[in-house]
């Protein structure tokens, strides 16, 4: 198996921001969550269930994600994620990250208008 791709490095440590942001919005399931992100995205990014569910498992357990099972009219039982007050603040943590390593990376590029 090949070394990761770039597209795919960096869509690993962006999932957990990019799921709290879709959270933010209301509680969604798994399929849900990709979905969300890839239509936000517009098609930019898909989270396969190898990136989505870890960063889904990690966050739950880091306090930042509350999930409850429910049943489902259409096949089986569905684990719904909604963002806590801690989530929110992580959140608020991340943005300001990305934002930094964004401009960061823009100038470093000689991107105009960054810096």
């Known amino acids: ?3 990761p791709s770039v ?3 960096l869509l690993k440590g962006t999932t957990p921001l990019l799921v709290l942001t879709v959270l933010r919005d209301g509680e ?9 992100i890839r239509e ?3 098609g930019a990014f898909a989270p396969s269930e190898g990136a989505l569910y870890p ?3 990690a966050l739950e357990a880091e306090g930042a994600l509350q999930a409850d099972w ?3 009219d ?13 989530g929110g603040a992580l959140l608020a943590e991340h943005e300001r990250a990305w934002a ?3 401009i960061g990376v823009g100038r470093t590029l000689g991107e105009p208008g960054r810096g």
């Open 100 to 102: 930094e390593f964004s």
């Open 55 to 57: 960063a889904l498992h």
């Open 28 to 36: 969604l399931y798994g399929y849900e969550i990709a979905q969300r």
């Open 40 to 42: 936000r995205s517009g």
């Open 74 to 86: 259409r096949g089986p039982r569905r684990r719904y994620y909604c963002i806590t007050p801690h």
């Open 1 to 3: 198996m090949g070394k």
């Open 70 to 72: 429910r049943e489902s």
């Open 7 to 9: 597209r795919t490095q």
